[in-house]
């Protein structure tokens, strides 16, 4: 018995060696742990940064969206089928039901070639039927917006919910800050680009738990004159 703790102690007594002989560790030689590579940062998504079909953020809305994400939105709404009760849509609009005394036939035409936004050319004074304000106007369906918040947001439309749509009639200065067109420049007119605030049915591709919810867009709605000085 007494041979047998004498081996263990003997055994113990060599390890304690060895490991008191064990040189110290090289930090140069030292061998990192090896972690999973972190995902490229274009895969983080944060609510804020401008989507590809923003044209690098220069734009507010979206008309197309390749990356639209049909297959999320589609799960969402069949999480919870009566939200799409919430918001209707009068998804022929025109000028013929937007624009009092026009048609659409007429705003379809508007074209101003000659308008380069300066009072004292002559293209101020020239040109076809159209607004006093040189704008863009179209009838769209947004596909993705910046909300009031500056967060980007994911819009229901028929992409991914056929028969589903939420249409917004959306004018464009193409001269703001310009003179108004026909108006005389002793009166000191500028164009102004008007919003409104609409509310749609939304998505967070960043936060898809909270399914489909309103949101509120602050989107361009009109360009108007302004004469500054008395009449």
């Given at each position: 018995?007494?041979?047998v703790?004498d081996n263990?102690?003997?055994?113990?007594?060599?390890?304690?060696?060895?490991?008191?002989?064990?040189?110290?560790?090289?930090?140069?030689?030292?061998?990192?742990?090896?972690?999973?590579?972190?995902?490229?940062?274009?895969?983080?998504?944060?609510?804020?940064?401008?989507p590809?079909?923003?044209?690098?953020?220069?734009?507010?809305?979206?008309?197309?969206?390749?990356?639209?994400?049909?297959?999320?939105?589609?799960?969402?709404?069949?999480y919870?089928?009566?939200?799409l009760?919430?918001?209707?849509d009068?998804?022929?609009?025109?000028?013929?039901?937007?624009?009092d005394?026009?048609?659409?036939?007429s705003?379809?035409?508007?074209d101003?070639?000659?308008?380069?936004?300066?009072?004292?050319?002559?293209?101020?004074w020239?040109?076809?039927?159209?607004?006093?304000?040189?704008?863009?106007?179209?009838?769209?369906?947004?596909?993705?917006?910046?909300n009031?918040?500056?967060?980007?947001?994911?819009?229901?439309?028929?992409?991914?919910?056929?028969?589903?749509?939420?249409?917004?009639?959306?004018?464009?200065?193409?001269?703001?800050?310009?003179?108004?067109?026909?108006?005389?420049?002793c009166?000191?007119?500028?164009?102004?680009?008007?919003?409104?605030?609409?509310?749609?049915l939304?998505?967070?591709?960043?936060?898809?738990?909270?399914?489909?919810?309103?949101?509120?867009?602050?989107?361009?709605?009109?360009?108007?004159?302004?004469?500054?000085?008395?009449l």
């Amino acid at each position: 018995m007494t041979s047998v703790l004498d081996n263990l102690h003997q055994l113990v007594a060599a390890n304690q060696q060895d490991i008191m002989a064990e040189p110290e560790a090289d930090p140069k030689r030292y061998t990192k742990p090896s972690y999973s590579k972190p995902k490229d940062e274009n895969d983080y998504c944060h609510p804020r940064k401008a989507p590809m079909c923003s044209k690098n953020g220069t734009l507010s809305f979206c008309y197309e969206d390749t990356d639209y994400p049909v297959k999320e939105v589609k799960y969402a709404i069949e999480y919870d089928p009566l939200v799409l009760k919430k918001y209707a849509d009068v998804d022929d609009q025109s000028a013929d039901n937007s624009v009092d005394g026009l048609t659409s036939l007429s705003e379809d035409h508007f074209d101003y070639p000659d308008y380069k936004g300066t009072a004292f050319e002559k293209g101020n004074w020239i040109g076809d039927e159209g607004y006093i304000c040189p704008s863009d106007v179209l009838y769209t369906r947004p596909l993705r917006a910046v909300n009031a918040d500056g967060e980007w947001r994911v819009i229901v439309q028929d992409i991914a919910w056929p028969g589903y749509t939420q249409t917004q009639r959306i004018e464009t200065c193409l001269f703001p800050g310009a003179s108004c067109r026909t108006i005389s420049p002793c009166y000191g007119s500028k164009c102004h680009q008007k919003y409104v605030y609409h509310r749609m049915l939304s998505f967070d591709p960043c936060d898809p738990v909270k399914g489909i919810f309103v949101d509120i867009y602050k989107l361009p709605s009109a360009c108007s004159c302004r004469v500054s000085r008395k009449l």
